[in-house]
């Protein structure tokens, strides 16, 4: 643990730290290599997915089990740590389930000295480097956003000694520990998007850009973002068209009049671009966020052969407004979609030890440990709001009257974490409204025990290990109903979806004017609780053969159920039960477990083979010179939770409009009474279906469920390599690693309700057929003798493509727990330690990877969905084996520490010179790769291929590389170019692929990356000692120390996106943008920033 508070790698605050803001211990991955961190968001190691690594805390698993990238909510303080070990390969039988590393932390006991320490981290923007990239006038600067944090604590430890009543010298011991992180930020540099005072009174000229995209069926030119008149609507040659608005503008006699209530709610564009379309409001935000680590741990000596020790943390988070993933928009109530974050996690360990006979130990440990993870919207006080807007606005429905019912599409781009970003150059409003109330929380126990016998030569140890996981939820979110509007409804209907150029017309917040609604959302409060548990057993032997040969082997045996709901309240989608809403036809809501209204079944089964042999071998060859070799398979656990328990067993309807360009419903209707979920729960296997027209089950999340969700993700694991101690303070070690895995999550790989090429042929079709994007009721559909509808009542307004699903009922249907995704890892590591000695120490590491995987890329969001994953043909999945998204094929790190030594001679230059400190943490590595931009042959549109890359919008598969064409316009890391300036990727680079094809390129390439990022982290102090054991340190740190200025990742969606400028003629937008105004969502270097630390220890 000292290596960390030497280091400068134990920064604070969101942009080293994470959203905590806490010192975050498992900053130390960063020094071993083949690993990948980033702060409380990825955990990366030896080519596994992210996230699928294993924390122990004395000695029992305290993994984040609930959200597994943040592990700052479980996370020990810094200075109650002992040691810290961190295995990347190869492990010993008696650590299972686990994917991507095992992290091991000892905390500090107390002894027979009293001993501390106390310690102040603190931040101020006096310390920190301007933000480059704003536009500032000549002369005033970079600015710097006002910044004030400070990390401190104490410890103290020793024996338990109460005067006159108990001396535990020699007997028991205690060691405390209290850390606090406060944080005070004013965001004053957050670019929002509102509505124009002329888009307001309906004048949308200013957003219909540049050409035309294409004409409509009458030879009339249409433009991007022109909006139409539905009252106007007509069919032409079979076609439905609209006219459009003159000179775009609505005439206010069409407002919808709860539109005009909501848009008074609006404030007026504020800051130096108030008179743009977008990025046009700049308000002042106040937040504070304060997290806290008590500790403590006794320890008590049971005669001379047993110890018994306690361990208990609390983990405890307050932030009433979420600032640190831009989760405040500076909205006045009630429109705000602030997110407050209020998190608890207490931690219990137990441990008995004793020696039964000399060669003998025994070792029982038990444990329990929480996490209350409560995300509501909050209003501008950091308070959960009150809002009636039925009684306020005349908006009706609602399953309770608390919030303001979110809104969104008012403008693209927008959501997510940060729901004010509007990414089009014509803006519109961002959403609003309180989307979110949700206390997800975990309940883990733990018990685990083992034995270990010394005989001969031999060092024997077998035990095992159990876990039993809770994860209740109260959810209330969504329960004002939520409307969400879409360029759709002032589009033109005959296009379906369709791009053109890969643009659209029509404009969202000119149908949010009109109030035509295309998705409307409502839910019922719900309290599910998903569970599941975990089994391990274990044998090995340390064998040492001779004096140079040991020789480890031996067997784990693992088991992990999948998780389900105690009651059998989740909500799975099966396709063979009928459905009684639409004639009986396949595919239905079914439920896990027995009695009325379930399946009477288990839905899926688990896994009992879980059997990993492990062997490894040590051969020293010289004094100096050792081999080490190794193989096991591993099984990680079934798939976590991820605060998946209050979607999954939730209690949601959603209803989208019957036909593209149509409205579901409007805003001065709201939402019908018709519309409401039953109570829940709400066993009906047909509940989503209240009305004729299809729907989605993405919201609600009604996944299919793999039939092998139980079955454990699964590694082959290998090594061989060679250490050799070149000096005696000086070992270089160089390592071969090899990693295969299988039955990975990878939701993407599963689409079972795309329309088949065998389903199409049978009617004599194609993917490229123009029938497919056509309505049921066109003539040509009538024609060819395909219009019969696939159940009573389905619409004839939907499409051809829509009528030909496997379950034409509904639309998408998302997939959960599939066991389908393979990686592969291979890589050369080589490492320098240099111990201290002479007051230096240095270690340095180097690693030549290759990283590839299928389908695994799901990253940290919630299971179920693609994530990152990238999946071009799910019906062809050999060719989705691509590089992952995360190679990097060189990685370089050094850590330096020095510490200057006493000089002898004058006495008074000696103390001058001696005990200053230095530490430096520095790493270089290749850009991560960029993914191929999406095709614009509406592939989607038409057999409703699976998206690639989970994003909205995209058109089911991916553009064509053009052979021997740049892929970028300058190269990415010659710093010869003006990112204001400057769109970095090569359209003509790409083409599309014939219609109703798949593209032929791959995810990723490697010749495709993002610029590369070093990241130069130093420090520089003094230490005063008063006497051998009490020292004073002050420091400074510095992160990104040179200042390098780094911008984002490049807009690389859509490569026809136009590439249009701002009047100041820095770019806006298009294929190639790159975004220097929002640093932290796009991938960008945060400017130099430092820390000043001050420690006492004694």
């Not at 009906?684 to 139980?710: C, E, H, R």
Request: with cysteine.
């Amino acid at each position: 643990a000292h290596v960390m508070d030497d280091l400068p790698i134990l920064g604070i605050g969101a942009s080293q730290a994470g959203s905590a803001g806490i010192r975050n211990p498992y900053a130390a991955t960063e020094l071993i290599p083949g690993t990948m961190w980033q702060a409380n968001s990825q955990v990366r190691v030896n080519g596994a997915p992210n996230n699928t690594q294993s924390f122990r805390v004395e000695g029992q698993d305290a993994s984040n089990t609930g959200t597994p990238g943040v592990q700052a909510q479980t996370q020990p303080s810094v200075d109650a740590i002992e040691e810290f070990a961190i295995q990347t390969s190869n492990y010993a039988p008696e650590y299972g389930q686990v994917g991507g590393g095992m992290f091991n932390v000892t905390m500090k006991s107390g002894t027979n000295q009293f001993h501390g320490s106390g310690y102040d981290y603190f931040v101020n923007e006096i310390f920190n480097a301007g933000q480059p990239f704003t536009g500032a006038p000549a002369g005033t600067g970079n600015p710097r956003a006002r910044s004030r944090r400070n990390d401190y604590g104490f410890t103290f430890g020793g024996p338990v000694w109460i005067p006159k009543v108990y001396n535990g010298r020699d007997k028991t011991f205690f060691f405390f520990n209290f850390e606090q992180y406060r944080e005070h930020v004013t965001i004053n540099n957050q670019l929002e998007t509102v509505p124009t005072p002329a888009y307001r009174q309906g004048n949308f000229s200013a957003a219909e850009f540049g050409n035309p995209i294409g004409t409509d069926p009458l030879g009339r030119p249409i433009y991007q973002n022109e909006i139409y008149d539905p009252t106007t609507q007509r069919t032409v040659n079979g076609q439905v068209i609209r006219d459009p608005f003159p000179n775009n503008t609505i005439p206010a006699s069409q407002f919808d009049p709860v539109a005009v209530k909501i848009q008074n709610l609006f404030p007026a564009p504020l800051g130096a671009n108030a008179n743009g379309l977008v990025n046009n409001y700049v308000p002042n935000i106040p937040t504070t966020r304060v997290t806290q680590i008590p500790s403590i741990k006794v320890d008590q000596i049971l005669g001379s052969k047993g110890k018994l020790s306690f361990f208990w943390q609390s983990t405890k988070t307050t932030a009433p407004l979420s600032f640190t993933f831009g989760q405040v928009d500076g909205l006045p109530d009630p429109l705000a979609t602030n997110l407050g974050t209020f998190q608890h996690a207490p931690l219990y360990r137990g441990n008995y030890d004793v020696t039964l006979t000399p060669t003998v130990l025994f070792h029982f440990g038990a444990g329990y440990r929480s996490n209350y993870f409560f995300v509501p919207s909050v209003n501008e006080e950091g308070q959960v709001p009150n809002y009636n807007a039925q009684q306020q606005l005349g908006l009706n429905g609602g399953t309770t009257h608390m919030f303001f019912p979110p809104m969104y599409g008012l403008c693209s781009g927008a959501g997510g974490f940060a729901p004010y970003m509007c990414t089009n150059a014509a803006g519109g409003m961002q959403n609003f409204g309180s989307a979110n109330y949700a206390n997800a929380v975990t309940q883990t126990e733990t018990a685990n025990t083992s034995v270990t016998w010394v005989k001969n030569n031999h060092t024997f140890k077998f035990g095992g290990e159990l876990r039993i996981e809770g994860y209740p939820a109260y959810v209330e979110s969504n329960t004002s109903g939520s409307y969400t509007f879409a360029p759709d409804q002032t589009s033109l209907p005959y296009l379906n979806g369709t791009t053109l150029q890969g643009l659209t017309p029509g404009f969202g917040y000119a149908s949010f004017l009109l109030g035509l609604v295309k998705t409307v959302s409502i839910s019922n409060p719900v309290t599910p609780r998903l569970g599941k548990h975990e089994l391990g057993f274990f044998i090995q032997d340390s064998w040492k053969i001779t004096r140079k040969l040991t020789f480890d082997y031996g067997l784990r045996y693992d088991f992990s159920s999948y998780l389900q709901e105690e009651h059998g309240r989740a909500t799975f989608f099966s396709p063979t039960t009928p459905d009684p809403a639409v004639g009986g036809i396949p595919g239905a809501v079914v439920f896990d477990g027995n009695g009325p209204g379930h399946c009477n079944c288990q839905l899926a089964k688990n896994y009992p083979w879980g059997l990993g042999p492990r062997l490894g071998m040590a051969y020293q060859i010289t004094p100096k010179t050792v081999v080490r070799g190794g193989f096991g398979i591993i099984y990680d656990s079934t798939s976590s939770n991820n605060n998946v328990a209050g979607t999954l067993a939730g209690s949601t309807n959603t209803v989208s409009a019957p036909s593209f360009g149509a409205a579901v419903t409007t805003l001065s209707a709201g939402i019908p009474a018709s519309f409401n979920p039953l109570p829940w729960p709400n066993l009906n296997p047909g509940q989503f279906n209240i009305t004729p027209t299809p729907v989605s089950l993405a919201s609600p999340f009604v996944p299919f469920l793999d039939p092998n969700a139980g079955r454990p993700p699964r590694q082959y694991q290998w090594s061989v390599g060679v250490q050799r101690a070149l000096a005696t303070n000086l070992v270089v070690e160089v390592t071969y690693i090899g990693n295969r895995g299988i039955w990975w999550q990878a939701p993407a790989l599963l689409n079972i309700n795309q329309v088949s090429q065998a389903r199409l042929a049978s009617l004599g079709l194609t993917a490229a057929s123009p029938l497919l994007t056509m309505p049921l009721n066109s003539p040509a559909v009538m024609a060819a003798g395909l219009s019969n509808p696939p159940y009573p009542g389905f619409p004839l307004t939907q499409t051809l493509a829509q009528s030909l699903r496997p379950f034409p009922q509904f639309t998408t249907i998302g997939s959960i727990w599939n066991p389908l995704g393979d990686t592969w890892y291979e890589a050369l590591q080589a490492k320098v330690n240099k111990r201290l000695s002479h007051g230096l120490s240095l270690v340095s590491t180097f690693t030549w990877a290759k990283s590839e995987d299928l389908g695994t890329e799901i990253g940290e969001p919630n299971p179920g969905t693609t994530g990152n994953a990238v999946v071009n043909d799910p019906y062809n999945r050999k060719i989705d084996k691509y590089l992952s998204e995360y190679d990097q094929p060189f990685l370089f790190n050094i850590s330096i520490t020095y510490i200057t030594p006493r000089f002898r001679g004058n006495r008074v230059l000696s103390w001058l010179a001696r005990d200053w400190t230095y530490g430096a943490f520095l790493q270089y590595s290749s850009g991560f790769p960029i993914q191929v931009p999406f095709a614009n042959n509406n592939l989607n549109s038409e057999i409703f291929a699976a998206t690639p890359g989970g994003v909205a919008g995209s058109t089911g598969t991916f553009a064509n590389r053009v052979p021997g064409v740049p892929l970028f316009t300058v190269d990415p890391n010659c710093h010869c170019y003006d990112p204001n300036k400057t769109f970095l990727l090569n359209q003509a680079a790409w083409s599309n692929p014939a219609p109703g094809t798949y593209g032929t390129s791959a995810a990723y390439y490697s010749d495709y990356r993002t610029q590369r990022r070093p990241g130069e982290n130093m420090n520089l102090g003094r230490t005063w000692r008063f006497r051998e054991s009490m020292t004073f340190n002050v420091r400074i740190e510095f992160y990104n120390v040179f200042n390098r200025a780094y911008w984002g990742n490049p807009s690389n969606t859509n490569f026809q996106a136009i590439q249009s400028h701002q009047p100041n003629g820095n770019t806006a937008s298009g294929f190639g943008f790159m975004n220097t105004i929002t640093p932290g969502f796009t991938g960008a270097q945060v400017p130099r920033n430092g820390t000043l630390v001050a420690r006492f220890t004694f």
